[in-house]
């Protein structure tokens, strides 16, 4: 459990710091391109507009990261004081502050935070505007002011270090040791975090005193990840050795290296080919003067050779220190690959990546089974979830209606993915999900959704349904849940379980609060609370439309005493894996109690116009006379 809550900690951290850097990367680019072209040593020398470039190192792109870590904490006003504080840390120093931005931007964000929870309530009318800029200019200012006199020297002393550090690594010919912790990493759990949180930020300083930095290729260079993908192509089997060429080209030449990492859990020692790969890489870069002037993002060769310096040794360097490591990864994959067995699931190695990501991955889509058309004569619509009691409630509800409405004699359920019918035609799961029901009914045609409220593919699956249905009117009667009881739901929604006004700093912190509603209104056992947490970490329990449904895991149903709801109105929103929830509904349900209500919260909160109305509601009883309305 130790091991597990300092991974957890260290993918947080990872990803914040990667989180800052990663939405200004187009401002990096923009620099990049204007010291490629106008500096002295550039390919179209102009001493006029080379003047942008230490101007927008300096302090447009410091900004932009204290700015944008200020607002991850506390929105716009945490990103306002965020940047006012990283401008002490740029003034104080000579040296780029990315360093210094990154430790004053959260903190002004987290500072701003604190005050704005403490004066809440307690500021008159009529005074809101006053004290919101007082305040933020204030506690700016003193921040700033701070940032200049300890902040800026002790950053600037540590980058100093870390640069004399790397430049020691270089001349005794260590820096490519550097890759047996950086291949592992990357895959495992800390891709990006590496690059933007740490040796971007070193390696903007190198470039601003050397020209060029080869920092910026050590995590970058797609040479590793090509060769292991190349193996597959040739010494896989199955599935990973089909997907492997077209992963092949998305990795190399659209530089989303993410794409190579399921194929390396599936056979762990290909760990070695990453490493050796990027050693033989980095010692390739380094023997023939290999660097980047920019940062290259994504990882792309395309974008490699964008940021390479104008200089036919620096093309040479680059473009051979990519070549080795493919070479290297790829001999000693394909001997891996051939001396060993191999595991086939492709899905259940994504699945596995993302866990130890601890967030969705954007590329796990890439390694679902292709399939074919919409069945003919489609008698049965299963939604499946993990347990079968909230999200998939939610979906089979909103797609129920719009087959009533297209007037489609069709059956629509939902049900546990472990209790998916045999017989189901057609199943719909979350992204995540969607391997294991294909792995439960391999015979139907799957559909994954991101959104359970608000999906296109609701409209495209009825427009291609309009043209073939045979159901009976009886069949139709039949569209409630595989665990259908419709037992009156009077009493499971309570005034005094709705909360108005919450706050919370993390998704883990509102399930918790949730948990302990239902625990107190003695509809759950103490258990269920841990059972929601997982739930929410084993897929997201963000629904769409700025709403969360936070349950327990299918394990944890016999933890539920009695159907029960809670709803907790957060204005400001929390973070749910990128996606800002203002609206929380914890949910126990029992032998299916429960799903009337859902239906109608379902059905309520498909239109935002409904969800703004319950953010904004001033009492429990407007809101849950919203929800009642529908």
């Known amino acids: 459990m130790a091991q597990s809550n300092i991974k957890v900690a260290v993918q947080k951290f990872g990803n914040f710091l990667s989180s800052m850097v990663m939405p200004n990367i187009g401002a990096f680019i923009a620099w990049g391109l204007i010291t490629a072209l106008f500096i002295p040593t550039g390919f179209f020398p ?57 430790i004053m931007g959260p903190l002004g964000g987290y500072i701003i935070k604190k005050f704005d929870q403490f004066i809440e309530g307690k500021v008159k009318t009529g005074f809101e505007m006053l004290i919101n800029n007082f305040s933020a200019g204030i506690l700016g200012g003193i921040l700033a002011i701070l940032a200049f006199l300890g902040v800026s020297p002790a950053v600037d002393g540590f980058t100093g270090a870390l640069v004399v550090g790397v430049d020691w690594m270089v001349a005794h010919g260590l820096l490519p040791l550097t890759s047996i912790l950086i291949e592992p990493a990357k895959i495992l759990f800390l891709n990006n975090a590496i690059n933007h949180g740490i040796l971007s930020p070193i390696g903007a300083e190198q470039i601003r005193t050397n020209g060029q930095s080869i920092l910026l290729l050590l995590e970058t260079n797609p040479g590793p990840g090509l060769g292991i993908l190349l193996a597959y192509c040739f010494f896989g089997k199955g599935t990973a050795k089909q997907s492997a060429p077209g992963a092949a080209i998305i990795h190399f030449i659209g530089g989303i290296h993410e794409i190579y990492f399921p194929y390396v859990l599936m056979r762990p020692l290909l760990i070695i080919a990453a490493i050796l790969g990027g050693m033989s890489g980095v010692f390739t870069f380094v023997l023939l003067g290999g660097g980047l002037q920019a940062v290259a993002s994504p990882g792309s060769i395309l974008a490699i050779l964008a940021a390479t310096p104008g200089n036919a040794g620096s093309y040479v360097a680059n473009i051979s220190g990519v070549l080795v490591a493919a070479v290297v990864s790829f001999i000693v994959g394909s001997l891996i690959l051939k001396t060993g067995k ?19 991955s954007s590329v796990a889509g890439s390694f679902t089974k292709q399939q074919g058309d919409v069945p003919a004569s489609v008698q049965k619509i299963v939604f499946a979830c993990d347990a079968g009691m909230g999200s998939s409630a939610m979906g089979a509800s909103l797609l129920r209606k719009k087959v009533k409405q297209a007037d489609l004699n069709i059956s629509v359920t939902n049900t546990a993915i472990s209790n998916i019918p045999s017989d189901a035609q057609i199943v719909i799961t979350q992204e995540e999900l969607t391997p294991r029901a294909q792995n439960k009914v ?59 006004n919450q706050h919370f700093s993390s998704k883990e912190e509102a399930i918790r609060f949730a948990g302990s509603v239902l625990v107190k209104g003695g509809y759950v056992e103490e258990n269920y609370v841990k059972a929601m947490i997982e739930r929410d970490n084993m897929t997201s329990t963000y629904m769409g439309n700025d709403v969360a449904i936070p349950h327990g895991t299918e394990e944890a149903k016999k933890n539920v005493l009695r159907s029960g709801f809670t709803v907790i109105q957060v204005p400001e929103g929390v973070d749910f894996d990128g996606e800002k929830v203002r609206l929380i509904f914890g949910i126990a349900g029992k032998d299916g109690t429960h799903l009337e209500i859902l239906s109608g919260i379902a059905i309520t909160c498909s239109d935002m116009d409904n969800i703004e109305k319950m953010v904004h509601a001033k009492s429990a009883k407007e809101l849950m006379a919203i929800i009642q309305s529908n």
Do not use: C, W
């Open 46 to 102: 102009n001493e006029s507009l080379a003047k942008l470039v230490d101007p927008m190192v300096k302090y447009l792109l410091p900004l932009l990261i204290g700015y944008t870590g200020g607002k991850l904490v506390h929105d716009q006003r945490g990103g306002v004081v965020g940047a006012i504080a990283t401008m002490g840390v740029i003034v104080g120093s000579d040296i780029p502050m990315f360093l210094g931005a990154m």
């Open 442 to 500: 391999p015979d139907a045609y799957h559909i994954s959704v991101d959104n359970f409220l608000s999906s296109p593919e609701y409209d495209k699956l009825i427009d291609q349904l309009k043209n073939d249905h045979t159901t009976s009117k009886a069949e139709e009667e039949k569209n409630v849940s595989t665990e259908n009881n419709t037992d009156s739901n009077d009493g499971l929604l309570k005034e005094e379980n709705v909360f108005l």
């Open 342 to 360: 191999q595991t086939e699931d492709l899905d259940e190695a994504a699945r596995k990546m993302q866990e130890m990501k601890g967030k969705k």
